[in-house]
């Protein structure tokens, strides 16, 4: 055990309390409207400003990036939860379902995701948190898979399993004993910047106009920011640093899992 | 075996390659279709509601749904919508009758490809540059270590927070480049939408290029190269990479899917004309066929290119096609 290592998921617990206190302090819902101060710069009343028919940036960011957050860690440990029993199940099973896999994750992984997710989402009208967190496990769980696949590969042939067979431990006994064990510590570090990728793809989806139906998310804040780029370019720089240190906080967290 | 009968079998495991290629990057875009296909009449919700929205008549209803061929069983649909895709006709535009889908489709194909192709470029030049200058003798040691770390910030650095940021600095603050809008961007606009696009791709293929140069840094035939008086440069250009093609095109490949979602970011932010625009303005008005099609134009964009870069692969890397 490696000391040290939960200091990887500070950034990603200051994102989130920093958040949490950004929505107490700002108050009321994020979708408050006060049109008297649209587009006005940051003050003492309102520490980020306020974005388009007066929102309230510091509540809109705050609660968009924790959604985002919670979404992504949903859809990681979701496309986690899936990928890696099936790569491990894959390796082991070897022959013609070792090849069907890895021959899917190939091209699950070389798939435009954005386009699918444009695609599958044109389906409903207004989509919802669910919905696009589908939408991203449809692919998300393929390194997974390719990862404790090619893990379970290098196991199935290691001394120490062999040692284990030779002593008598069934199937099952080896596969938790030792196979697990050595598999999720390695796929574990996927984790994070499938994580980040979802935050991004998110904000993606959400400023190109298909985010959730709640209006509340980073992507909403870039797309206003671009639109008012020229009177009021806080709201482009409340939104960039927002994503750009949600996806960071993200990817360093998955680093609490390497060895 | 003699030279000619190599060959000819070294060919014949060339076409063999692109052969594979071919089927797979079919059944890419016949998966995609498909789930295009699945999406938009198996997911709940009806079709020509979504088409006409809630307060639509029923006769309304109706024709739409006969002009979508709505009423035919799901079979029948899917056989009709495969023999569409393989006649290049999914009818008309629901929101312009008298188009083609895919004629609209084909005017947002050569301006989204434009962009990438160019992106693509820039962003495979400037990594490889990146790598190399990391790699060699010239800069020295910190210099090195300062391209390595911009090119690990780089890589994580999202396209949907920085191409903004950057947009703000260069086009409202420094003004040296168009405004997002512009309807007169013209090549200046063309070439910096791809510089951001780029930027991704750069990052990702300067790392590759700099991870497999440093594999190849201790070979012996770089070494003889020097010894046999080669300049640096010519060491690292014409001997180092060509030994690495093979990373370099695998991650031009694989960053294909997140250039081509960047694209529609940057159509978006830039107002301009292309597969993304189209995409979202069928998505937004609810022109099925238009949708459709512009989706699959888009798989078929993204499969061309990436069995284009395994072709240029095998052709260059004897290794990648199995010869000895």
Request: hydrophobic share 60%.
């Amino acid at each position: 055990m490696r000391r040290g290592r939960w200091l990887h998921l500070a950034p990603l617990a200051a994102v989130v309390v920093a958040c949490a206190l950004g929505a107490v302090l700002a108050g009321g819902p994020a979708a408050r409207l006060d049109p008297a101060r649209a587009w006005c710069a940051p003050s003492a009343a309102r520490l980020l400003g306020c974005g388009e028919a007066g929102v309230d940036l510091m509540a809109v960011v705050s609660s968009a990036a924790l959604r985002a957050v919670a979404l992504a860690v949903a859809v990681s440990l979701l496309s986690f939860a899936i990928g890696t029993p099936l790569g491990v199940a894959a390796a082991l099973a070897r022959g013609r379902l070792e090849r069907l896999v890895e021959r899917a994750c190939d091209l699950v992984q070389a798939f435009p995701t954005f386009m699918l997710a444009l695609a599958v989402l044109s389906a409903v009208r207004a989509p919802s948190r669910v919905h696009i967190g589908a939408v991203f496990a449809l692919t998300a769980w393929a390194p997974f898979a390719r990862l404790a696949l090619a893990q379970t590969r290098v196991l199935r042939g290691a001394a120490f399993v062999e040692a284990a067979v030779a002593l008598g431990r069934g199937r099952a006994g080896v596969l938790l004993r030792h196979v697990m064990p050595n598999v999720l510590g390695v796929v574990a570090v996927q984790l994070g910047s499938t994580g980040a990728a979802i935050v991004v793809s998110e904000a993606a989806l959400a400023f190109v106009g298909l985010g959730p139906r709640d209006g509340v998310s980073l992507g909403g804040v870039l797309d206003q920011g671009v639109a008012a780029m020229l009177r009021a370019p806080h709201v482009l720089v409340a939104g960039a640093v927002a994503v750009f240190a949600t996806s960071a906080a993200m990817l360093a967290a998955g680093r609490a899992a390497e060895r | 075996m003699p030279p000619t009968r190599r060959a000819a079998a070294s060919l014949g495991r060339f076409w063999r390659v692109v052969a594979s290629r071919v089927i797979e990057s079919a059944a890419v875009v016949l998966a995609l279709a498909s789930l295009v296909f699945v999406a938009l009449r198996v997911l709940p919700g009806d079709p020509a509601r979504l088409v006409l929205g809630d307060a639509a008549g029923e006769a309304d209803l109706a024709r739409v749904r006969a002009t979508l061929h709505l009423d035919e069983p799901l079979l029948a649909q899917y056989a009709r919508f495969l023999r569409g895709l393989s006649r290049v006709d999914l009818g008309d535009s629901l929101r312009r009758p008298g188009t083609s889908a895919m004629a609209r489709v084909g005017e947002a194909l050569a301006p989204t490809a434009e962009l990438a192709l160019v992106a693509v470029t820039v962003g495979a030049v400037a990594g490889v540059l990146a790598a190399v200058a990391a790699s060699g003798p010239w800069l020295p040691r910190r210099g090195r270590a300062w391209i390595d770390r911009g090119l690990v910030v780089a890589a994580a650095s999202p396209l949907v927070a920085f191409a903004p940021v950057v947009t703000w600095v260069l086009a409202v603050r420094a003004r040296v480049v168009p405004l997002p809008g512009d309807p007169d961007a013209g090549a200046g606009g063309l070439l910096f939408a791809s510089g951001l696009l780029a930027v991704p791709l750069a990052a990702h293929v300067g790392r590759v290029t700099r991870a497999a140069l440093a594999e190849v840094a201790g070979a012996p035939f770089l070494t003889v190269a020097g010894a046999k008086g080669a300049r640096p440069l010519r060491v690292w250009v014409v001997h180092a990479l060509p030994a690495v093609v093979g990373p370099i095109v695998t991650v031009v490949a694989t960053q294909l899917g997140a250039l081509l979602g960047g694209a529609v970011v940057l159509e978006r932010m830039f107002e301009r004309w292309g597969l993304g625009t189209l995409i979202l303005e069928a998505y937004a008005t609810r022109d099925l066929p238009v949708l459709e099609g512009a989706v699959v134009a888009a798989g078929l964009l993204f499969v061309t290119a990436q069995a284009l870069g395994a072709a240029v692969h095998v052709a260059i890397d004897p290794r990648a096609r199995g010869d000895r």
